[in-house]
């Protein structure tokens, strides 16, 4: 994204025509909502009887970012100046909005904005009534004058050098700005987060029907891997439980360190699948929900009992909301269960709800992984800054590597052991060394994530990744679960498979 002059913004739109001034914003790069034209015109005229030069008008608001919106995560900033030492921001409004939606919008930019280690001020301006707001020391919402933001314009102008449109999108990592339920279940349960835009949406409208439907309903959230499921799906328990409504959640697979931590503080009803169940005798068993208000259900794809949940929640008259992904399987048996279509069979259209743009992982990450699990897809752009690659030609070698990537930060999940002592996998001893497995790191992320691809893992006449001789959980859509936890970088072990080698090397080329 450029930078552009507000001031210039304001003088072109008062003075094309509404076509011409669409095509200039277009061929400058700036991005306007239909009344916010309106809007920087008003706050330009309102400075300019700060100063007797207009020039001085002109240099204080030049360096302006109009529109710019923080890539993956969809935060959006109206005027935004970022400089070496500090940032302002403005948010522009035509007309009167409440105070407390101001207050979050500011509260939400704060946010975002401090993960730049610099000083900060935000404003919000009222076109209509000339009104402008900030924030206090505390974050109180205060109203104050044109005054103050002159200052601060002023202030930035002569004590700082503006950033270069280049860097714009390297200052906001996405990965900044995630708090995993499970990685940092306090930060999660202190709201030290923001949802985006579509997760608010879907959150909203999910919450809004649990208040208004009656009886047995069910909703769906689907979306891949890194778009923020999980994250959406604790936010909506952490809601219902503060609002005094029981929830009972369903992880489908085992417990981890996280979950844990979440029910020690909150004492909420999180357990796997199994654990809802109740054997009485060989005539009665049943499913222990009658004590909860909504049945929510985490990576339902993997969910061993998800037809006799749903049977159980529509006998009790009970919402669910279930989360999945397609994708994420990790066992033959999972492919094959039928979860998919028993969640289209009670969730009609209009409480499906998809999870789109990839929040977690980076681009580099993501087209990576894209284009490892599928060499006919045409080689994307990677930088070899986020992505490594180690070949090595025997076990040891590849063990004493784990070590080392160990060593340096890297979580290396391994592939999870087979516990049927009549074929132990090949890979465990090599992977002795690593604490997590797949399944175990299911809706967790790390920033540095290293993985093993072994000797038996090709690519098929289509093109997928798969592999031959398996053992009994499916290797693929391991690999595929452990390198999609990854935020930042990748360290790709390769051992013996010289072909999968040769694909890295063309994701990797420089171009």
Known sequence: MKSINLKQVAACSASMNSDFFKKWCTIHGVTLKSKEPYSVR????????????????????????????????????DALWIGDKSIVNIEFKSEPVPE???????????????????????????????????????????????????????????????????????????????????????????????????????????????????GFMCYAIEGGAGTGKTLLLYDIVKELESNGVRTAVVHSGNLNPGQRTLIDITKWTIKPSKAYYKYISVTRSYWDFDSADIILIDEAQRCHHLGEILSAAEALGIKCVICYDALQRLHRNELNNGNEAKIKTVVDEQHHYKLTGKIRTNKNVENFIKGLFNNRIECMSVSPEYINVTYCNNAIECYNIIGH???RGYVIPRFTPNH????????????????????????????????????????????????????????????????????????????????????????????
């Open 405 to 407: 990537l160990k060593a």
């Open 100 to 214: 407390a939606k101001i207050l979050k919008q500011l509260l939400r930019n704060q946010y975002y904005l401090s993960s730049l280690g610099k000083s900060i001020e935000l404003f919000a301006f009222e076109a209509q009534n000339k009104v402008y707001y900030t924030l206090n020391e505390v974050g109180e919402l205060v109203i104050t004058d044109n005054k103050a933001v002159g200052k601060a314009l002023k202030n930035f102008s002569t004590s700082n050098t503006p950033i270069e449109d280049s860097k714009l999108d390297c200052l906001f990592e996405p990965s900044k700005y995630l708090v995993s339920p499970f990685n940092s279940p306090q930060d999660f349960l202190d709201s030290k987060y923001f949802l985006n835009r579509q997760q608010e949406e879907i959150k909203n409208k999910i919450l809004r029907s649990i208040e208004e439907d009656s």
């Open 420 to 511: 049927h002592a009549y074929n132990r996998a090949h890979y465990e001893s090599i992977m002795s060394i690593c604490e997590l497995s797949a399944h175990e790191v299911v809706g967790q992320e790390f920033d540095k994530v290293a993985a093993v691809v072994l000797p038996n893992m090709y690519y098929d006449t289509n093109g997928k990744l798969t592999f031959r001789n398996g053992d009994y959980y499916d290797e693929e859509r391991m690999l595929y679960q452990i390198l999609t936890r990854a935020r930042k970088n990748i360290h790709l072990v390769i051992l013996n498979n010289e072909a999968i080698l040769e694909r890295c090397h063309q994701l990797l080329v420089h171009k």
């Open 42 to 77: 008003t706050f330009i005229e309102d400075l300019c009887n700060l100063f007797e030069d207009p020039e001085d008008i002109y240099i204080i608001t030049d360096a302006c970012y109009l529109g710019y919106e923080i890539p993956q995560i969809g935060k959006e900033f």
